[in-house]
């Protein structure tokens, strides 16, 4: 593959998007990314992980108890920004940063974190939304982690929120709004497999490979 495509998908929590990326990455021969940015920007930045997983897909705020402005001084000095604070905007930043770099060496499928609004701009990018009903979602949940019903729901139902409002604050756009997208599916209605090969077949014909 000449060219460097993009596939970004943004994901109900239990709509097994997770899991269908892994196959389309997997099928389009491109690198997968989801939680392992979160690795890469800690590593890229000296920053501990902590930092990132705090931030993890949330709005703009102040980590570590909502302090503004705290120093921390068992960081190193030459790692963290100018201004020595931390907030989930410095830490958007930086992952920010680590998307753009691996979308310009190579292609690459991302899950989650804006990835779609911060490459706006890349030729050849296919942005994808994938959700599913709230049954086959609670059903998915309880089975992955040995949950009840009424606590995948409760989960369910602030991950939402959570990814909604972190989304919506750093794109300027509607999480999970089919005018936001290029392509939005239920994969209640084909199941995991068959959604994957939808979405293949409309990469495919929308990046011209």
């Known amino acids: 593959m000449n060219k460097k495509i993009i596939v970004n998908i943004g994901r109900q929590l239990g709509s097994g998007g997770r899991e269908i990326g892994e196959k389309l990455a997997a099928r389009l021969g491109i690198d997968f990314y989801d939680k392992e940015l979160i690795q890469l920007a800690s ?23 909502g302090l ?9 000095e030459s790692t963290i920004p100018a ?8 830490l958007f930043q930086v992952q920010s940063d680590v998307i753009r770099r691996l979308a310009d060496e190579k292609s690459c499928l991302f899950v ?8 706006r701009d890349h030729p050849w990018c296919a942005n994808i939304f994938i959700s599913a009903s709230k049954a086959d979602r609670i059903r998915r949940l ?29 794109s300027n756009k509607t999480w999970g709004a089919a ?14 497999d068959a959604t994957t090969d939808f979405i293949e077949s409309f990469v495919r014909r929308k990046l011209a490979l």
Do not use: W
């Open 142 to 170: 309880c089975q992955l982690h040995s949950i009840s019903e009424e606590a995948a729901e409760n989960m369910m139902e602030k991950a939402d929120k959570k990814r909604s409002d972190y989304y919506n604050y750093y």
């Open 112 to 119: 989650g974190r804006c990835a779609d609004y911060i490459l």
């Open 68 to 76: 503004f402005g705290v120093r921390f001084p068992f960081i190193g």
């Open 83 to 90: 201004t020595n604070c931390l907030s989930n905007d410095s």
């Open 179 to 192: 005018a936001t997208y290029h392509l939005c599916i239920d994969s209640s209605a084909l199941g995991i």
């Open 43 to 65: 590593e890229e930045s000296g920053l501990r992980r902590e930092f990132f997983e705090k931030a993890d897909e949330k709005a703009s705020q102040n980590i570590l108890g």
